[in-house]
């Protein structure tokens, strides 16, 4: 719709003037500012699906309430405004009320924050930094420590403990533990020879002088055996498998004879036709089990070491 200013007027913003007799002269209303007016309000009431009507004073109003039932908005994005979707998270009532939910676990909503793990400043949620130190020393402390695991497959930032070489370009938190000093007590000489190498198969060992990376300590096929303070053997040696020395007494009947006596079979007898030879059972102490090495019951398991965070790309 367009203003017309009253007529005469070379002002198109001019103000209508009500006209006093005897002192104000009133504006003169030209008849576009008549006219437009009810062809705009007939036009909405048309655009409304009603037929005008002079008898209907409530038409426009009719028409305006139409338009807003009928008006659609799409979904609103972060760009644009639009109707919105209740959440999980958010509930409604009948009255129209809006509100956030307390989140449980199994429900999405909001949460107060303990002030230890957590807090809230200037409406930012943010992790005390004593926590996050808390929890990066205890991830870093794990650099470099065989372990067992779940599974076969290598989970990520690990390496198997089988001697292979890991280089520290590739593995910057390994390198911080060595130069720190991580590996004091389990660190063989980078030119320690084979020999060396076969006997303290439980430690690192430098590449180099200046080194470039480690080698790992190879626990495969290995027996684990506690080690501490005051024990004999050096941290990371290794140990040949070993019988401890022991003795057996052998039984059986004998006949009489000469030098024979008490029963039992004499080694040192020159004259031992009168020996009663068969095999000797050990039946009372088990099946034996016949292997190529000397071992205890045991179980395969996987061991892996942490390598800390990977070096950026």
């Known amino acids: 719709m367009k203003y017309h200013p009253p007529a005469g007027s070379q002002d198109p913003d001019a103000k209508y003037v009500t006209g006093q007799p005897g002192k104000v002269r009133g504006s003169a209303v030209p008849a576009e500012a008549v006219e437009h007016p009810q062809r705009e309000i007939v036009e909405v009431i048309r655009q409304a699906g ?4 002079g008898d209907d004073l409530t038409q426009l109003w009719q028409a305006i309430g139409q338009a807003i039932t009928a008006a659609k908005p799409g979904l609103a ?5 639009g109707l919105v979707q209740i959440g999980d998270g958010l509930s409604i009532t009948t009255q129209g009320l809006l509100s956030v939910l307390t989140a449980t676990a199994a429900q999405a909503g909001i949460m107060r924050p303990d002030g230890t793990t957590c807090r809230v400043q200037d409406g930012v949620l943010s992790v005390p930094q004593q926590v996050n130190e808390y929890m990066e020393g205890w991830r870093t402390s794990w650099v470099g420590v065989p372990r067992p695991w779940r599974g076969t497959a290598l989970p990520p930032d690990h390496c198997w403990a089988n001697g292979d070489f890991v ?7 390994l390198k911080d533990v060595y130069e720190a000093g991580g590996f004091a007590g389990l660190l063989l000489d ?5 020999e060396t190498q076969a006997a303290q198969l439980g430690r690192w060992r ?17 027996f684990l055996r506690c080690w501490g303070p005051g024990i004999e053997r050096q941290a990371g040696s290794w140990q040949a498998d070993a019988v401890q020395g022991h003795g057996h007494v052998f039984y059986a009947g004998v006949a009489a004879g000469s030098g024979g006596g008490g029963g039992y079979i004499n080694f040192s007898q020159s004259n031992k036709s009168g020996v ?6 050990l039946d009372g102490y088990g099946t034996a089990r016949i292997a190529d090495e000397t071992r205890p ?8 070491i942490y390598l800390g965070q990977p070096a950026a790309n």
């Open 167 to 173: 280089a520290f370009a590739d593995w910057p938190e």
């Open 276 to 281: 009663v030879r068969g095999p000797e059972s």
């Open 50 to 53: 009603l037929t005008p009507s």
């Open 77 to 81: 994005t972060t760009t644009a405004p």
């Open 297 to 304: 019951a045991n179980l395969a398991l996987p061991v892996i």
């Open 206 to 222: 430098p590449d180099a002088a200046e080194p470039t990376g480690l080698y790992t300590p190879n626990l495969t096929g290995q």
């Open 190 to 194: 980078w030119d320690a020879d084979s």
